[in-house]
């Protein structure tokens, strides 16, 4: 509905329709019956309606990217800033809000965030990566586990160039939970390969109940130690405490929605 007419703006001429698909513009076709009615009707200035018009393609193009990234981050929870509450965090707020400001992620810095379960290291890393993903930039998340998994699948066909080169395209890689589990060579090989290709170019941020300092403990010692030294170099350490919010939300009963 044209807010200035009351009435549904005409739809474009055919010829028009098919030159702007022609033109692949689906955001502007989508756009134009609404924004040529109200142009009219408040004669606008021809350089203002062009304006506008490019302007709906772009928005719309950068928010299919957007979408399309944040689907192919892979992304856990959904958990981002908005459900997250600064002052139950024992991250210091300035830290917080350096990290959110993403500038080290312009110097391909790391991040490793490092205390006991449940202090919302996870959360705090799914929502600065889609701090990355709305600032236009791409994000690969996996847990040690999957990460393991894709680089052993890689190495099974020859292709673990093409798969560290595909993973390190985005600006941010995270594993997260790393030393839940013991873990193998595989595991250990697949982290240093990571670590090792991101080194001084992406960053690479971990969250672990171990500080990574320990990880020789849960890894082939010789791997972890490679991997760790070069992680650590240029890398923000910030450690959590305190209780779980899992067992306090779970003892206030706030962790369930009534079944009633
Ligand atoms: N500061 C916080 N604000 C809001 N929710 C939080 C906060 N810290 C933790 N949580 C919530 O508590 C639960 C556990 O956090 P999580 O990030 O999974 O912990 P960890 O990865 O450290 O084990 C999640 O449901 C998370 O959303
Ligand atoms: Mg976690």
């Known amino acids: 509905m044209n807010p200035t007419t009351m009435h549904p703006a005409p739809p474009l001429p055919e010829d028009l329709t098919g030159l702007l698909r022609r033109m692949r513009l689906p955001y502007l076709r989508a756009a134009a019956p609404e924004v040529l009615a109200t142009a009219k009707a408040q004669r606008w200035d021809p350089t203002e309606v062009l304006r506008v018009l490019l302007s709906e393609e772009i928005r719309g193009r950068d928010e299919a990217t957007k979408a ?12 981002t800033f908005n459900s997250w509450r600064e ?14 400001g993403l500038e080290w992620i312009s110097r391909a810095e790391n991040l490793a965030i490092t205390g006991p379960s449940g202090t919302g290291k996870t959360h705090f890393v799914e929502a600065l990566a889609h701090n990355v993903i709305d600032a236009g930039m791409r994000v690969s998340w996996f847990t040690l ?11 099974a066909d020859n292709s673990v160039n093409k798969v560290i080169a595909r993973i390190t395209r985005a600006e941010l890689i995270v594993v997260d939970d790393i030393g839940m589990l013991p873990s193998g060579q595989a595991a250990a090989e697949a982290f240093y390969r990571l670590v090792d290709a991101t080194y001084e170019r992406r960053s690479l941020a971990v969250t672990s109940n ?21 992680l650590l170099h240029h890398a923000h350490v910030i450690v959590t405490e305190g209780t779980s919010l899992r067992l306090t939300e779970a003892t206030a009963g706030r962790g369930v929605i009534p079944l009633h």
């Not at 586990?145 to 190495?155: M, Q």
């Open 210 to 230: 171990l500080h990574p300092a320990g990880f020789d403990t849960i890894m082939p010692k010789t791997l972890a130690t490679a991997a760790v030294d070069r």
């Open 68 to 79: 399309m990234r944040r689907k192919a981050a892979g992304l856990p929870a959904g958990k």
């Open 145 to 155: 586990e999957s990460l393991t998994a894709a680089i052993t699948r890689a190495g």
């Open 87 to 100: 002052h139950d965090s024992s991250i210091p707020a300035p830290t917080q809000s350096a990290l959110a």
